[in-house]
């Protein structure tokens, strides 16, 4: 059998086409690595041995008929349990939800699904999304596959870490600050969050609404584009998706994008203090290998950073007070009605004992911020620096093509250095939720390592609907480097 | 109670739209007579991770309503999330549009007690409807089936000043949901619902009293009976100095007992929290819709309609108001009409009142569950006019052609029941009357001598319906029988 150790959909989609390997036993293949690695990395909270089986010899038989769908046709994945799942349970990491098997699928899933893509189980991250190192999980620790006493990332870090540690081909996580980009900086592979509204949220349990996006993570570019390609597009039960001229990348990506005439924009407010001066090198050498491909390299200002992350607290934790609201014990999920006085009673205690300690913060603050007599001095305030946050990007982009900067202001922390201290975590996000209030698309590359190892991403942001442009500006640094194909030692 | 207060209401209507499907998602919108929760679906279950999708009917029929009530369309507006925690509400918020409506301001003229009184309205709004919480055995059970259902809000200024006004406001704003076709606007059925704000004040005070809103009201009569037991209650309070005892709250009607409940304490001090639903656009109605189109598409209202039946049709005030009450009653008057002269449009309405609505009042049946075309009415009333039928027979044929769907003519033909308007033949019928019964001749000129007049004459004309089987001609027969008996 072919060698099967870190294949790109590309490369998986090869073996397959000329039979070299199966559905079935590249299926295999992850859940036995799964099974081996899983209980120490923490990637998936479930995995379904079955479902995925089933789904692989389908995809089989298709193949020895000669009517493959597609590139992702019999090519193993894995979801972030945000992300609803038809006949797969869907937590949300969350004990509230234990138990819950979502009645549809999310319209990512069921796009990839119907181009027969296998999902192998469903990835670990922070409760409801929220958090920057997936420790927020009420059910596991996941861990960096680089060095085993560190934190991947967060919130989607369960879905970073299978591409990373090599438990699937590629993976989907969600975003509303920073929640692919950050853990795919942290691990060492390519996240993408796509413009809001390029792709569909329907499926996407809510954190901040006017936020969140689904996002993909992979081993290259390339793999991005491949799963964007199928994913991107209006989608009729989600109103905020934007009929978009075609997504361009055609696969295989073009590689021969011009960069002699690319204007990169360097802003100058995240590059100041608090960024690791390992990380900034690491970013600036790869600026640097832009401007030996020929690229204009301009300094930029965006006035409004600062406002950014009290804006995006308030807005999220609004938002996500109105989300949490619906998990109260009746519909679905967890229920504590034992010795409840009456159903105000049933609230409080299912809220209590199920709700982990990152979602009471968020209902009682965003509730705070949008009560009778706050609503102006916080929420009203915060839609107005977001206007001013969007005006900067759309003023930048008027001169740039693209934004280069870092993605986390430092390399993955140790589990627990932040756990108890949430000021200090928010502050891990800094530099990926301008791109989430500007609603623009933004990814992170793999950039190179610090001295003890640790990955460090590179973050290229691009105006809305310019996937394809960051896409390729992307690949060609890929092209330049090898980083993408370090994989951890594990 | 002293007659000395001014009494002040305002309305807060529901109406639900009679839309195809529910506001924010696909499931049918008609959940009558389906089992609990059977029409229900992941997103107006609020399942974790769906979204709204605009239903652009409902929208397009608010902008028609508003556009029909004279309200001026905003620009722009947002929906947005009503957060409260109830079991009926699956996502524990209420999408709706009431801070930022779609339609602002807006009248309405009523005529009260023969006096047009112009009633103005504060704001319309779009939102989705609740589910239900039915109550048994000792649990709550929740029914989905009606969450999400298109639920348009019409919220008055405290423009009435008596129960009556606020009845016949709801009452003409039903007719106007009907001739829309946008609601069945039923109110037993829940389609149509109101709450009544209502305070009172010294007639010249300037400030308005506590106001309390009623709730549970479900019938146009239960409407006016809740604000007379508030005027009531309050004003007695007020009589006998204990103004302070009006509390600003909520009340609940129980119509079994007649009276409002204190629904006092039960409520919490709600506060909201709406902020604008990120998951939906804004809507610029500019953009999305025609609105002068929509304009145009704005039937004939009801008001229309009378002022047209009085003027051009000459018919009686009573019995315009009457036919313009109900659409279908109203569509078919009019196409029975069809541009026949004052007289038999007078005739036509009168059949449709008379015998048309006894008919339908008596079978429990309406309009439209009847095979009646309305030309057949017409055809009827032509051969009346015409002398063919008499008006006794006319009623027994128009039953018949109810009931069996044929058309008069055909009856008459059938049953051989035409009018004998023929006088020669009517001549010789009284000529052989007359020479059989000299007694009753006899009387009959006595009669005439004395008094004028005589009753053996309705006697000759009972025999001479009997000799016709009924089909003579009724003033035919006098004229003859008058020239014969001299």
Not at chain 1, 141 to 154: F, H, T
Not at chain 1, 164 to 169: E, G, K, Q, R
Not at chain 2, 357 to 374: A, C, Q, T, V
Request: with cysteine; hydrophobic share 35%; net charge negative.
């Amino acid at each position: 059998m072919a060698n099967l150790n870190n294949l790109t959909i590309s490369k998986a989609s090869e073996l397959l086409e000329k039979k070299e390997v199966s559905s079935v036993e590249l299926t295999n293949y992850y859940l036995e690595r799964i099974e081996k690695l899983n209980p120490e990395l923490g990637a998936y909270l479930s995995t379904e041995k079955e479902y995925a089986l089933k789904k692989a010899r389908e995809s089989d038989e298709r193949i020895k008929s000669g009517k493959r769908i597609g590139i992702l046709d019999g090519i193993p994945c894995s979801v972030k349990d945000v992300i609803t799942t038809k006949d797969i349970e869907t937590t949300a990491a969350s004990k509230i939800l234990e138990g819950y098997i979502a009645p549809y699928s999310a319209t990512v899933v069921r796009k990839i699904e119907e181009q027969g893509a296998v999902i192998l189980g469903k990835n670990n991250c922070d409760e409801f999304a929220m958090g920057s190192s997936t420790e927020n999980s009420a059910y596991m620790l996941a861990k960096n596959p680089w060095d085993l006493s560190r934190v991947p990332g967060g919130s989607s870090g369960g879905s970073a870490v299978a591409v990373a540690a090599d438990l699937c081909v590629f993976s989907f996580g969600t975003e509303t600050g920073g929640s692919i980009r950050q853990p795919a900086s942290l691990c060492s592979v390519v996240g993408l969050k796509p413009t809001y509204g390029r792709n569909s949220r329907y499926g996407s349990i809510a954190y901040g609404s006017s936020l969140d996006q689904i996002g993909v993570f992979g081993k290259c570019v390339e793999d991005i584009s491949s799963v964007m390609h199928v994913i991107a597009g209006k989608d009729s039960l989600d109103s905020t998706t934007v009929e978009y001229p075609i997504f361009n990348i055609q696969y295989p990506i073009n590689t021969q994008y011009p960069m002699k005439d690319l204007k990169i924009g360097i802003p100058k407010e995240y590059f100041g203090e608090g960024l690791d001066s390992e990380v900034e090198k690491i970013v600036r050498d790869a600026i640097d290998k832009y401007k030996e491909m020929g690229a204009e390299i301009i300094d930029i200002s965006l006035p409004n950073t600062e406002y950014a992350t009290p804006c995006y607290y308030l807005l999220s934790m609004a938002e996500a007070s109105s989300n949490l609201a619906r998990y109260d014990g009746i519909k679905y999920g967890k229920s504590e009605t034992d010795n409840a006085k009456d159903l105000i009673d049933v609230y409080f205690k299912t809220r209590g004992k199920y709700f982990g300690d990152e979602q009471k913060r968020k209902s009682i603050l965003g509730t705070f911020e949008l009560s009778a007599g706050y609503y102006d001095a916080y929420y009203r305030k915060a839609q107005k620096a977001r206007s001013l946050v969007k005006k900067d990007f759309d003023d930048a982009f008027e001169k740039i093509d693209c934004i280069m900067c870092p993605v986390s202001p430092f390399p993955a922390f140790k589990i627990g250095e932040k756990k108890d201290d949430p000021l200090s975590m928010y502050l891990a996000d800094i530099f990926t939720i301008s791109a989430n209030l500007a609603g623009i698309c933004a990814l992170s590359i793999p950039a190179g390592f610090t001295q003890n190892n640790l990955p460090v991403g590179l973050q290229i942001m691009g105006p809305r609907f310019d996937e394809d442009k960051i896409l390729q500006i992307a690949k060609a640094y890929e092209e330049m480097t090898q980083w993408h194909t370090m994989f951890p030692s594990i | 109670m002293s007659n000395k207060y001014e009494v002040i209401i305002g309305l807060e209507i529901h109406a639900q739209l009679a839309t195809a499907s529910k506001m924010f998602c696909g499931c049918n919108n008609n959940a009558e007579g389906k089992s609990p929760n059977s029409v229900a679906c992941p997103v107006c279950m609020g399942n974790p991770g769906t979204l709204p999708v605009i239903n652009k009917k409902a929208l397009e029929w608010t902008y028609l309503f508003g556009l029909a009530l004279n309200c001026e369309v905003a620009p722009q507006f947002n929906f947005e999330r009503k957060q409260y925690f109830y079991p009926d509400l699956p996502k524990a918020y209420q999408i709706t549009s009431q801070t930022t409506p779609p339609l602002i301001g807006g009248h309405l003229e009523i005529e009260v007690d023969g006096e047009k009184k112009n009633f103005t309205i504060e704001h319309i709004h779009l939102e989705e409807d609740a589910g239900k919480l039915i109550h048994s055995g000792g649990h709550s059970l929740v029914d989905l089936n009606r969450a999400g259902t298109p639920l348009m809000e019409i919220v008055t200024n405290p423009d009435f000043r008596s129960p009556l006004e606020a009845k016949l406001f709801m009452q003409e704003l039903q007719r106007i949901l009907r001739y829309l076709g946008i609601s069945n606007a039923d109110m037993e059925k829940g389609h149509l619902r109101c709450d009544g704000n209502i305070s009172l004040r010294e007639f010249g005070a300037e400030k308005f009293g506590k106001k309390v809103e009623i709730k549970n009201i479900n019938s146009f009569s239960s409407l006016e009976r809740a604000l007379e037991y508030e005027i009531k209650r309050q004003g007695e309070l007020l009589d006998s100095g204990k103004g302070e005892e009006i509390f600003q709250e909520t009340r609940g009607w129980d119509d079994a007992k007649g009276k409002t409940i204190s629904q006092r304490g039960k409520e919490m001090a709600h506060d909201y929290r709406y902020f604008p639903e990120p998951d939906l656009p804004p809507v610029v109605p500019a953009e999305a819709f025609d609105l002068e189109g929509l304009k145009k598409q704005i039937p004939e209202l009801p008001s229309g309609k009378r002022k047209r039946y009085v003027e051009d049709f000459g018919i009686g005030k009573t019995e315009a108001d009457i036919l313009a009450s109900n659409i279908e009653l109203a569509r078919f008057f009019e196409e029975a009409v069809g541009g026949q002269q004052a007289d038999v449009v007078k005739k036509i309405a009168n059949w449709v009142l008379g015998d048309l609505s006894g008919y339908l009042n008596d079978k429990g049946l309406g309009i439209m569950e009847i095979k009646l075309p309305p030309s057949n009415l017409r055809d009827l009333v032509l051969l009346i006019e015409k002398g063919d039928i008499s008006g006794k027979i006319a009623k027994e044929v128009f039953v018949k052609m109810i009931e069996g769907g044929k058309s008069s003519a055909q009856i008459i033909e059938e049953e051989g029941i035409k009018q004998v308007s023929d006088t020669g033949e009517l001549e010789k019928i009284v000529g052989d009357l007359i020479a059989g019964n000299q007694g009753q001749v006899e009387q009959y000129r006595k009669d005439v001598e004395a008094n004028g007049n005589s009753p053996v004459l309705n006697w000759f004309v009972g025999q001479v319906m009997k000799a016709t089987r009924g089909q003579a001609n009724p003033s035919i027969v006098m004229e003859i029988l008058k020239k014969l008996l001299g």
